[in-house]
């Protein structure tokens, strides 16, 4: 049923859908340019990248618990690996997982669904973002292998460490590293376009802007804030490859460059890219919440406007980072209320997702679960970075465990909570089958478990004076107590790890196993839900039309709880 | 907070801790209030067979209330915490008192070493003492550092004084402490620096006036013409 294709709304398309006569293997899974096709691509690539960045986190909190011994399909660590797998670990998570996954898979997969058109705006180029794309994830790859091993100069790749190869020690690992980095933000960038004009310029007829559900919202609104910010930082990783290879100093102090510019340019980026991958998990959680608590979103408008009040006040904070790394002290000051100053979009958004519970019909299947995750454990996020804004605190918690637990507990509900929301919740309109809610509880409580007890314990190592990136702490006399600490988050790790083979398991055996899903399996009401499961190519027989905003539940007066957006009265 | 797990050893690491735990009080309440009503709320509105949800749009002034006036508490909360930070910072990184001795911090790949002024008390004269991996001061005497570096970013740390600074080739950094009891603790190396940064770890030793005046004969190049002086 899937596969009607039906060719009748793409006649006198000029969107450049070249071959959807014959599907021939390639056409279809390698070199589509159906939206649909392509998110999928770019959730697997993400999702192998995942297993990757985990393998990583693993072989390294293995080493931290038990210094200098041989680590189960790893071996010894050595202090040149440990720099390379927390390094790769965090880029890979970051560029090679989050990104792929919250914005590019997300946005193709849903923008066109949930606007009610047949493709993004530029296919072909859309097509050319993600071969870039592996191609980058093909050259981070490759710089793990080659000689002297992968660049271990941590995923913020300060210079002169990370320009100098005598520095570094790794000529080829950090070329090829700086490539690849490079290279995946082209990609991006020309997804990003696509997203944007995508979303304002097909929207099907009688959908106002009020009446886009807030995932669109967010991911339009996350891939403008990269591209605003991420041309310094593709200006910057030029500059370090030149420096590395074809020896301009722009970062070299000896002969007259400046390492700090390397910062600005980085945290730039850096920070709005913070807001970039958590703006998408926090619009998939907007739908997730609405749909399975029966409830209209509570104050749209101002969400919105939070969101774009975010976005603003992304831009004011980069130097939060640099506290301490020899800028003017008087500048701590206005970077301090910036960075206050944007808690409270951050904690309005918050409170408005909070409200939207109140009055509703909550039903706690899987998705939901992720859901409600997300806010319980983002909260936690949230208020550690208080800490960390305010200056004058900062001066003692930076760089120590204390940032490395606040930063994972929003980066683990936007990457792996958020993700696991949104694939367990459009899982059926991806494949056409449900997935097993049963399995899918026991990932969650396996997953979300653990990753507290890794990352509590974390914030206490940060508190007792423990640095980040730092490969055997047992050699340093007051930190060495705390070795049972250690073990435990690694512990825990495993143990959470372990959990996903659940979720792996139960996503293959419910694309064989599973139940048909029909259309619209959870009684939604945006447009993604009136489409057959999985949609075909050009996915409506007949595009909708809009009557309404998206979260219309229980409204008074009607029988059913639900009321679609292309529903005429 | 802090002070349960490590001593404070400097003049301002109490109030540093101070203002950590401000915010902690600060945060703690509305983290604590928020998941609270969360979970209250999912309890209460879970799924029963024949009750039926609200329509709620959330738009009207008197729903918004239940968010703007939270939102301006946190406001509210934000001032304070940045009053706080603000002085905090001040005292410790923007205003250095006047100095009692200065010494040279050099972090190099991937160890610390230390130019302490000896016995004349100034720096660059022949009396000065050269360390590695271990920096001796006396307690109670304001001193200034001025840190350096030869190659990469290092970033000086003494987390019992509470004090982090990076080093930047090119630049020489000041900054100041006043210790206030006599020990031996960690001083780590916060910045990465290469395959050596875990191993750059340094010991700092504050002692009193006469134990610290005793280590500077015995260890000037010049301590004999220095007395004899
Ligand atoms: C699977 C659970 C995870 C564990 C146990 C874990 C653990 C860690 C640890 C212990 C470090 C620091 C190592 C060190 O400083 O020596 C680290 C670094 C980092 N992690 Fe994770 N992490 C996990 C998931 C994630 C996720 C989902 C993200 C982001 C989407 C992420 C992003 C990062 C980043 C950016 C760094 C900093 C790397 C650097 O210092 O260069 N991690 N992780
Ligand atoms: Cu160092
Ligand atoms: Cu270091």
Redesign the pocket.
């Known amino acids: 049923m899937a596969e009607t294709i039906d060719v009748g709304t793409h006649a006198g398309d000029d969107h450049g859908h070249d071959h959807h006569h014959e599907e021939t293997f390639w056409s279809k899974y390698v070199f589509s340019t159906d939206h649909k096709m392509i998110g999928m691509q770019y959730m697997f690539t993400g999702m192998f990248m995942a297993l990757i960045g985990g393998f990583f986190a693993y072989a390294f909190r293995m080493q931290l618990a038990f210094p200098g011994m041989d680590v189960p399909f790893w071996g010894i660590v050595t202090p040149a690996e440990y720099n390379a797998l927390i390094t790769n670990h965090g880029a890979i998570m970051i560029f090679w997982v989050a990104m792929p996954v919250l914005i590019a898979a997300f946005g193709n997969f849903l923008i066109p669904l949930m606007i009610g058109c047949d493709d993004m705006v530029f296919p072909k180029l859309n097509r050319l973002s993600y071969q870039i794309f592996l191609l980058s994830a093909v050259v981070l790859l490759a710089s793990f292998v080659v000689e002297n091993g992968g660049f271990g100069g941590a995923w913020t790749s300060y210079p002169p460490l990370s320009a100098k190869h005598e520095y570094s020690l790794t000529p080829l690992g950090s070329s090829l590293w700086i490539t690849a980095v490079a290279l995946e933000f082209v990609a991006f960038l020309i997804g990003g376009i696509n997203f944007v004009t995508t979303a304002m310029n097909s929207r099907a007829p009688g959908m106002k802007l009020y009446d886009i559900p807030m995932v669109v919202w967010m991911i339009v609104v996350a891939s403008i804030l990269f591209m605003a910010s991420v041309g310094p930082l593709i200006a910057g990783a030029i500059m370090l490859f030149m420096d590395q290879n074809l020896g301009t100093h722009f970062f070299d102090p000896n002969a007259g460059g400046d390492p700090i510019l390397w910062q600005h340019l980085f945290w730039f980026f850096g920070h709005p890219e913070v807001y970039v991958v958590l703006l998408p998990a926090t619009g998939i959680t907007a739908e997730v919440m609405c749909v399975f608590a029966r409830k209209k979103l509570f104050a749209y408008r101002t969400v919105l406007y939070t969101t774009f009040g975010t976005g603003v006040l992304s831009f004011t904070v980069w130097a939060h980072h640099q506290f301490i790394a020899g800028i003017d002290p008087r500048m701590a000051h206005v970077f301090t209320i910036t960075t206050l100053l944007i808690s409270i979009p951050i904690a309005e958004m918050m409170f408005v997702y909070i409200a939207t519970l109140y009055g509703g019909d909550i039903r706690l299947k899987t998705p939901m679960l992720w859901a409600l995750a997300f806010i319980a454990e983002f909260l936690i996020g949230g208020v550690t970075g208080i800490f960390l804004g305010a200056s004058g605190a900062d001066i003692y918690f930076h760089d120590t465990y204390f940032v490395l637990a606040h930063f994972h507990y929003t980066f683990f509900p936007i990457a792996i909570i958020g993700v696991y929301a949104g694939v367990t919740f459009w899982y059926p309109k991806m494949f056409g089958k449900m997935m097993n809610d049963t399995l899918g509880k026991i990932h969650f409580w396996g997953t979300i478990i653990p990753f507290n007890c890794i990352f509590i314990p974390l914030f206490v190592l940060g508190a007792a004076g423990q640095h980040r990136?730092?490969h055997d702490f047992t050699q340093y006399p007051e930190l060495a107590q705390y070795q049972d600490v250690r073990v435990f988050a690694t512990v825990s790790l495993v143990i959470m790890l372990l959990f996903q083979f659940v979720f792996i398991y139960n996503f293959f055996m419910s694309l064989r196993k599973g139940k048909d899903a029909g259309p619209n399996p959870w009684n939604s009401t945006t447009l993604e839900w009136t489409t057959e499961s999985p949609p075909g190519h050009g996915n409506w027989k007949e595009l909708p039309t809009v009557y309404r905003g998206p979260y219309e539940y229980q409204v008074p007066g009607r029988d059913k709880d639900f009321w679609p957006q292309n529903e005429p009265n | 907070m802090i002070e349960r797990y490590l001593e404070q050893v400097s003049t301002y690491a109490g109030d540093i801790d101070g203002l950590i735990n401000l915010i902690a009080w600060f945060v703690g309440v509305w983290f604590l209030v928020a998941e609270f009503v969360f979970f209250y709320l999912i309890f209460k509105f879970r799924h029963r067979e024949g009750h039926k949800g609200e329509y709620i749009t959330g738009e009207e002034k008197h729903q918004k209330r239940f968010i703007t006036i939270p939102h301006f508490l946190v406001l509210v909360c934000d001032i304070f915490i940045i009053i706080g930070a603000v002085r905090v910072w001040v005292d410790v990184k923007q205003t250095l008192p006047p100095a009692d001795a200065t010494v040279r911090i050099i972090?190099q790949q991937?160890a610390w070493s230390f130019v302490h002024p000896g016995p004349d008390g100034e720096l660059d004269t022949a009396d000065d003492i050269k360390t590695v991996e271990s920096l001796n001061t006396e307690v109670g005497k304001v001193y200034h550092f001025q840190l350096e570096s030869r190659d990469?970013?290092?970033?000086f740390s003494v987390p019992v004084f509470r004090l982090k600074q990076d080093a930047i080739p090119g630049r020489i950094i000041s900054g100041w402490w006043k210790a206030t009891k006599t020990g031996e603790w960690d001083i780590q190396?916060?910045?990465?620096?290469?395959i050596?940064?875990?191993v750059?770890r340094a010991r700092i030793k504050v002692q009193s006036a006469a134990e610290h005046a005793s280590w500077m004969h015995e260890n000037s190049p010049v301590a004999s013409i220095a007395s004899a002086n």
């Open positions: 990136r730092i | 972090g991937w990469v970013l290092h970033d190396c916060a910045e990465i620096c290469g050596g940064h875990g750059m």
